[in-house]
């Protein structure tokens, strides 16, 4: 499939009315870095590094850790990567840890919950990541960030761990971001300090979608039956954007819906400018990018959202018949 958009590869992502939005990845085990150069991909943007806690039977040492992400970070060759934190719990459960019996664990003790309360594991990671940058830049996301509290608490650990690595006189990275992920609709509503204070966020639309509609992402019975050009989740996707305007906060989108033609030049259309999905998909999504012309389709779905909540598709899938 690369080979079929190996003219567009090295081509920015410009649509006909002029609007640049980047392309990235989602990565997490080290079979996927050679797709960085093929794919065409302008960095990582989503390295879940739980799959290297996950495809192991005992928890890796820090030292393990720091060899892994020197490898990534080689790998990139200077483009940005950004390192998810260790997200576990709900469908993510490490063998070696303590299973937890929670009646509904997609709503339960996971992701930055686990490292908020049980911070061993998380500061591991932390100093591992802050080593193996060895002086370049690094950018660092929390997961499921329900509330600014639990952005602010988790920061707080990564100021600590600077602390700590400056007093044994490690070397630090030249620029660190911490970012969130939205992944709940909660922090969409979060104060605008938050915003403020948010080095960037990406938008979780996996997990985003699930709580949004209270659809389970696992449940086939339930899953598709909302779509995610219904007109209310395009409106709080806009919410979300004018929300990070404001301040200034860049603003990314890495669920699978990034990676889906159709959907990935609607979320466009609605103002997001960095998608992020797995490298196959680069390829498709850059080349229906090419063709349309944004202003365009955010005209024809503000004009289908009057008329009922599933007019956008039908209304989308028509233009692009057209072009
Ligand atoms: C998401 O929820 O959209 C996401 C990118 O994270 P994950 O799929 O790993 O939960
Ligand atoms: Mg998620």
């Known amino acids: 499939a690369q080979e ?3 003219s567009i590869r090295n081509k920015p992502a410009i649509t006909t009315d002029g609007q640049r939005i980047s392309l990235v990845m989602n990565a997490g085990l080290m079979a996927d870095l050679p797709s960085l150069d093929g794919s065409g991909a302008e960095g990582v943007g989503l390295f879940r590094t739980e799959l290297q806690f996950l495809v192991r039977n005992q928890m890796p040492k820090r030292s393990e850790l720091v060899a892994l992400y020197k490898r990534v970070l080689d790998a990139a060759h200077g483009k940005p990567v950004v390192f998810r934190t260790l997200d576990i719990g709900s ?40 080593r193996s940058a060895e002086g370049r830049p690094l950018s660092i996301m929390f997961p499921f960030v329900a509330q600014f509290e639990e952005y602010r608490a988790a920061k707080a650990e990564v100021d600590k761990t600077i602390e700590r690595e400056r007093i ?11 970012g969130a992920m939205l992944e709940t609709p909660s922090l969409a509503y979060a104060p605008q300090k938050f915003f403020d204070e948010v080095a960037f966020v990406s938008i ?11 659809a389970d992402r696992e449940n086939e019975r339930v899953r598709k039956r909302y779509d995610t050009l219904n007109v209310s989740f395009l409106s709080f996707i806009e919410r979300i954007v004018e929300r990070c305007a404001i301040s200034g906060t860049p603003l990314s989108f890495c669920g699978e819906d990034a990676g889906r033609p159709v959907e990935a030049v609607c979320l466009a259309a609605m103002g997001i400018r960095t998608l992020s999905m797995r490298p196959a998909s680069i390829g498709p999504v850059k080349s229906l990018l090419l063709r349309v012309d944004l202003g365009e389709l955010r005209k024809i779905i503000a004009d289908a959202r009057h008329r009922g909540d599933q007019a956008v598709r039908p209304a989308v899938m028509q233009y692009l018949r057209e072009l």
């Open 4 to 6: 079929r958009y190996a």
């Open 91 to 130: 469908d993510k459960v490490l063998p070696y840890m303590k299973p937890t019996d929670e009646p509904n664990p997609a709503l339960g003790w996971r992701a930055i919950r686990v490292g908020l309360d049980k911070p061993g594991v998380m500061r591991m990671q932390l100093q591992a990541l802050l």
């Open 168 to 178: 044994l006189g490690h070397v630090l990275p030249a620029e660190l971001e911490i």
């Open 204 to 214: 979780g639309g996996n997990d985003l979608k699930q709580f949004f509609f209270a």
